[in-house]
């Protein structure tokens, strides 16, 4: 360090983020080719220096061991070879992905005779806060990179060592492809007081996007002056209509419960059509007891659970709010389709509702009436995912209304400008 | 008020975005004729109703007069019958703009057969925070209407009678066409409070928009959870090029600094190519002087004001950032096309940028390398503009990247959701 840097008397973080504000700039105009370029470099580095990152890894591994973190965290901290190449293999489809920079979006001329043009541009830097997963690491670098940003990356401290390792092989990468390294920044620092600078590093850092549980999210909505993307909270809603197959519904009722239960598409409450329950709800307990399933029942699917062998309690209030992200789901008997949507408008975290329905008035207001991001017809709410709708890859599903909403793609890494081209054009 | 009232124990301001909340979901699947037809009335109603308007505005201009107000601020805060009935066109000319609700953005059928939608819907509850231009409360309506949102109204504290007054008359007409009358709502209370409940809102406001000053906009910037959209500071640039036309550069400079001064879209600095400088700067400020404008020199512009009749003054640091909204403007003479790019990149609030050029190459280079919402080549800022771009009307000009950038017209009151539509699909 040296008084002479124009950064001398800023904090860590806020350097970082007038560096990466500089090599932004420097990244917007960079075309396709050199981005893909240094993209199969990345992934060509996580390989050849996969020993380096696993070695930094064993140390938070050891550290997590040490804290009595549970199994089921410390799998996710953990890298492998075998994991590096995954990660690697995921950089390579992103270099397949079309670049969204530079599409027109919209263009005309006007009756005046300028030349309008919305152009994509990328957003600037984009902020990444999460979790001890340190595949989102290379992910979202990857993704930040491709679509014309620079990225500062605050994942938790218990894989600190692991995400200094890997940005520094992601920055040796971008670098020696010829674009600035700082594109790809570690927020330096453990402490939360460097998550509250970032939060409040306004006109510096463009987008904040949390990725992680309920409580991280609620802490960066609340705090951050920063513009924020909320992502990945999902109470998903299963209903039930009075006119559907009964076998299809239980297909897709277990599916979007049971199929992978830690992830924030799969459903947490069951609302069936009082004019189908005495058909359904029994085949339902039976089919979700089968699953290893808990249902959370209120009083109306309570009078069922006498005949089956499934693990039936009664709901709370509390049960309708909660996404379990486990082997549970609370199950609810409704009046009618407007009783379902009443229910999923007051409790849903908005993000993916299904309708089992052979009817076609149904179908049509409950995609109407229901306001998540995404709604689902005859199918598992399970689909709501990035490369389920072939967006290749995904940044984390959006459940607020503003910027992006669902799963975001490169596209939703980009903000627009106007160029309005005339020969002397006043008014 | 009985006990009775759902909403009994809670504020005015939270009664009121709850109200709003429920009265968007009815709002949001109604089709487009009716939604027009309740404009009309609205249209109808103003004018039938305008001795109403004009006398609860006469009690705020009273006060206003009182409290010994600027005239300016006087003039936006009149309504005159014949300011009303352009107020009344205005909203004629919603109801002719087409629908944003619906637009199917994106569609596909996917590899298993499932077919993705991505629709567009509105955002749901709208809060605009305003300054004292009664026409603002009905412009905001009519679009949040149109667009199928609630919205909440937060007007100056001293236009409150003529707000009331205005959101009466919406209320009876748009309840009279058979719409919800809560879609459009004054919030209660002239204090400070009631603003800083709307913006802690969040889960029941979507979306909030300050229209004003720059003050306004970074008090909501900062204290609200709600989302917010950045709209309206504008320090526009005019940078003239090595390579120009210096009578084409003239008129777009007067243009953009002199056409109307009080506006967002109007140019504040001058930056002028060292090559051009003994060639253009003396016509620039002969021109500016005749149309009334003092120039805030560096030193290098400095030196040829001695030749010229125009006021000029010496600029200090904070010139470079002063939104002057007045017949004034910054000036500096830069070394090249990267020092303009340099300075608008440290200075600028990202409105609109204007290049004057014969060269190809410059024009490419500054629209690559500018990140503001507009960039215009050999035009004039001041069509950065809803009406100007054709949009037919606008809520604002967006100068932050998430969201919405540039002038924003129906669709970006609007999100989506995506159908996802299967026959029994699974995962």
Redesign the interface.
Known sequence: MTSLSPYADMSPVIQTAYRARAAA?DL??VPRAAKDDALLAVADALEVRTREIVEANAEDVARAREANTAESVIDRLTLTPERIRAIAADVRDVVALPDPVGEIVRG?T??NG?D?R?VR?P??VVGIIYEARPNVTVDAAALCLKSGNAVLLRGSSSAYASNTALVRVLRDAVGGAGLPADVIQLVPGESRESVTELMRA?GLV??LIPRGGASLIRTV??QS?V???ETGTGNCHVYVDAEA?LD?AV??LV?SKA?RVSVCNSAETLLVHQDIADAFVPLALAALAEAGVTVHADERVMAYAGDSKATVVPATAEDWETEYLSHDIAAAVVDSLEGAVGHI?LWSSGHTEAIVTTSQRS?RRF???V??????????T???DGG???FGAEIGIST????A???MGLPELT?????????????
């Open positions: 700039a917007a105009p005309s006007l009756p300028i309008l919305q541009v957003l600037g306004r463009d987008v909505v609340e002056t513009p924020v993307i197959d299809l297909e897709i599916n199929q408008r179908a995609t109407q009436l306001d998540s991001a995404a709604v689902a017809v005859n199918a598992s399970r689909f709501t389920q709708f072939g607020q209304k503003l910027h909403r669902g799963p903000s627009t400008k106007y160029v309005v081209t005339g020969d002397g054009h006043t008014r």
